[in-house]
């Protein structure tokens, strides 16, 4: 599949991109700026360079030509990002993974942002568009270590059937990583939220941490 | 222990109750009415007649003299409860278990009570108690279930780092919990609200969840 990532070049976009470019999709990492997006994708084809990898670099223009379409940016962008390039949203799968903090002092907060998550207010910004929440608790690094599989349960959320399932299949695709059906948007206020308990345990514990739920048989 | 659950005829708080008292803890299972609360401590000890369980019955006055209260009322009770015995709360350690939901049609949606979370609420409402938020994960009916050990991480959180340490060890001895300090009681809020996806998810795969988190080794 042909995906593109906005703001992709943060780690939990080009975490995300080495890896569904790993498992043979064509990624175009989008970013404000193309030149900096070209340098994540040198930086990939470098530290990968075993490997064979479709990624491309373009503006976020181009990233949102894709059949598929992430928001990697900053949570304050998410919206504004989005709507700057609506015309090429509407109809497709939007699949959101950032999430609102702040930090302070040693404490990561979780935000509220209009809407109730970034989920939201972007499915606001591109009515046409097909949002999916997923992705927020994978830890980035985690993603992009090609060499290890991520070991982790994925909520996913969206008032979109179709789209929710397309999102699902592609995560399941990632060695180790269990797709579960969180019910619709609304979820993604409590889901984004919960990354930062994870950030908070990571600090803590000075690990990384991934979620996984017991009780759910594999089908 | 001498313990006293705020609101103990529920499935929460009747499950952590028979739980504690499986440990050897003295637990006084408190309500608005005492009747009801008798009535749930018959039940408890007809249920699990071959166990000695110290379950007593009272109002929540009477819950709330114990050594440490917890509250397992409905959400929207909780900071009323805990003001109504405030005298005897003052400086103890007082563990809050409720979270704030409601159901609209077949989806759990997550409320974002005053202050943030029930705990917050609680806190304010008895500034010279030493809340706790933990438990809102454990599924009720596996608490209960004394046959089973409940495998399940618990996020703990409170700005009062001692009486955090005693909640920890308190959900240490039951077997199979391991607590883990989620940081300040600013964190309620997302712990307490994704407790809406963990519902969601039970109705969607027709089971209990209860969530571990990968990364973290036991000490």
Redesign the interface.
């Known amino acids: 599949m042909k995906i593109g990532i906005l703001g992709g070049t943060g780690p939990a976009g080009s975490g995300l991109a080495v890896r569904l470019a790993a498992h043979g999709h064509d990624v175009m990492i989008g970013s404000r700026s193309q030149e900096r997006a070209a340098e994540t994708v040198d930086a990939l084809h470098e530290k990968w360079s075993g490997r064979e990898l479709s990624l491309t670099a373009g503006d976020n223009a181009a990233a949102g030509r894709a059949e598929l379409v992430v928001v990697a940016t900053p949570w304050d962008g998410a919206s504004t990002t989005a709507r700057s390039i609506a015309d090429q949203l509407d109809g497709k799968v939007v699949l959101c993974m950032a999430n609102a903090l702040a930090r302070v002092g040693h ?4 935000l ?1 942002p209009p809407r109730g998550s970034v989920a939201a207010s972007v499915q606001a910004a591109v009515p046409d568009a097909l949002v999916v929440a997923a992705l927020h608790h994978v ?1 980035a690094k985690e993603l992009g270590d090609l060499g290890h599989p991520v ?2 349960d994925v ?1 996913v959320c969206s008032d979109h059937a179709e789209a929710k399932r397309t999102c699902m299949e592609l995560i399941a695709q990632m060695a180790d990583m269990r797709p ?5 948007l ?2 993604a ?3 984004e ?6 950030l ?2 990571n600090v ?2 000075k ?11 594999n089908s």
Do not use: M
């Not at 579960?180 to 619709?184: F, K, S, T």
């Not at 690990?207 to 048989?217: D, E, S, W």
């Open positions: 404490e990561f907060q979780a509220i830890p070991e982790s909520l579960l059906d969180a019910g619709a609304t979820q206020t409590p889901i939220a919960f990354t930062a308990v994870l908070q345990l803590r514990y690990t990384r941490v991934a979620p996984k739920l017991t009780g759910i048989k």
